[in-house]
């Protein structure tokens, strides 16, 4: 059974760097066919793509917030990490980690709350 765990602090100060890991267990990282993706959903703009990376490590990222986000990996030990610089309150939102496939994003985490606020 495929399962995904994010984890980080659930509150970050403005302008600083947001950092989550997620864990995943039931399946490789490295596996052909799959991403593991990073989608945020907040009340203002519900589910928001952010970005994700593939098995050969190579990372893509949407557009709107290319210049502000890193995902990177440690396959040693099968998580995958999201950096979020300079974040606002508007990067206030609950943050899921995904496995997605091209047809649909099949295995979902809990999500976890991060709120950005002084």
């Known amino acids: 059974q495929v399962q995904l765990q994010e984890s980080g602090p659930g509150l970050v100060n403005p302008s600083q760097t947001l950092s989550l890991t997620c864990t995943v267990s039931?399946?490789?990282?490295?596996?052909?066919?799959?991403?593991w993706t990073w989608i945020r959903q907040s009340p203002a703009k519900g589910l928001e793509y952010m970005g994700a990376?593939?098995?050969?490590?190579?990372?893509e990222y949407d557009p709107s917030l290319k210049s502000r986000t890193a995902i990177s990996r440690d396959t040693s030990k099968n998580v995958f990490i999201l950096q979020l610089s300079y974040v606002t309150p508007e990067d206030t939102a609950v943050y899921y980690c995904v496995r997605g496939t091209a047809s649909e994003y099949d295995y979902w985490g809990q999500g976890t709350q991060v709120t950005v606020s002084s």
């Open positions: 990376i593939g098995p050969s490590g190579r990372a």
């Open positions: 039931g399946a490789s990282i490295t596996s052909k066919g799959y991403y």
